[in-house]
């Protein structure tokens, strides 16, 4: 904002033109919810316990997981993750501890997202 003086010296702020909001982040959620319907994979089970179902990131996380993790990372994942995922209930020190693992790909994978929405323009 840029401050005006009137004529009694004081300063006043000056009101910014309105802009209508824009959903920057629509690519991402799209990207999202069109691979939650389309992949093979039907559960995220330690992201899911991790996050919660109710949190967009595991959703993100399994992007991440279908698309750019290790192949050895993805064969433990779904070989292993549903015990995983049934430890970690209820136990929460666990689950902010493999939440903390997981965002950097979470990170990783919402960046991808932004370069690609930049660039499509």
């Given at each position: 904002?840029?401050?005006?003086?009137?004529?009694?010296?004081?300063?006043?702020?000056?009101?910014?033109?309105?802009?209508t909001?824009?959903?920057?982040?629509?690519?991402?959620?799209?990207?999202?919810?069109?691979?939650?319907?389309?992949?093979?994979?039907?559960?995220c089970?330690?992201?899911?316990?991790?996050f919660?179902?109710?949190?967009?990131?595991?959703?993100?996380?399994?992007?991440?997981?279908?698309?750019?993790?290790?192949?050895?990372?993805?064969?433990?994942?779904?070989?292993?993750?549903?015990?995983?995922?049934?430890?970690?209930?209820?136990?929460?020190?666990?689950?902010?501890?493999?939440?903390?693992?997981?965002?950097?790909?979470?990170?990783?994978?919402?960046?991808?997202?932004?370069?690609?929405a930049?660039?499509?323009?």
């Open positions: 904002m840029v401050a005006k003086s009137n004529k009694s010296g004081s300063q006043t702020a000056a009101r910014k033109a309105y802009r909001p824009t959903l920057i982040k629509a690519a991402m959620l799209s990207a999202v919810t069109a691979q939650s319907q389309t992949s093979g994979v039907a559960e089970w330690v992201a899911r316990a991790a919660g179902e109710a949190d967009i990131r595991w959703m993100i996380f399994r992007a991440w997981l279908l698309d750019d993790a290790p192949a050895s990372f993805r064969r433990l994942y779904l070989r292993y993750g549903e015990s995983v995922g049934d430890w970690l209930a209820g136990r929460d020190s666990a689950r902010l501890l493999v939440r903390g693992l997981m965002v950097p790909a979470v990170n990783r994978k919402l960046r991808g997202w932004q370069i690609n930049s660039v499509h323009r």
